[in-house]
């Protein structure tokens, strides 16, 4: 079983920055996929962004040059560097970790929320 311990949340507001963490236990981490999620109130979940075993990133298109995810594998932690902050990013922030094909497994942090007002 992994767990994943969400950190960093808060209330800033419009144009701050916030940094979430993510640690995961187990050693899993460095074959992962590592994601964020965020569900505002009223709204599906969606993602955010996303971070390969290999490096490959992706993000949506609403956070794209203002969000950047990485990860520190020694420390099993994955990171979503949040720059130039909109009221519109308040939601719940979710890690989630999926497995490679060859292991397949798919974990959810608990959330941190995170509220920008402006």
């Known amino acids: 079983q992994v767990q994943l311990v969400e950190s960093g949340g808060g209330s800033v507001q419009a144009g701050e920055s916030l940094r979430l963490s993510c640690a995961a236990s187990?050693?899993?981490?460095?074959?992962?996929?590592m994601a964020w999620h965020r569900q505002a109130p009223g709204k599906e979940r969606e993602l955010v962004a996303t971070?390969?075993?290999?490096?490959?990133?992706g993000y949506a298109d609403s956070v794209k040059g203002r969000f950047t995810i990485s990860r520190d594998n020694a420390k099993n932690t994955v990171y979503l560097q949040m720059n130039s902050l909109k009221p519109e990013d308040t939601a719940v922030y979710y890690c989630?970790?999926?497995?490679?094909?060859?292991?397949?497994?798919?974990?959810w942090g608990q959330g941190t929320q995170v509220t920008v007002s402006s």
């Open positions: 989630r970790v999926q497995g490679p094909w060859y292991r397949p497994y798919d974990y």
């Open positions: 971070l390969t075993s290999g490096g490959t990133t």
């Open positions: 187990g050693s899993i981490f460095s074959i992962s996929t």
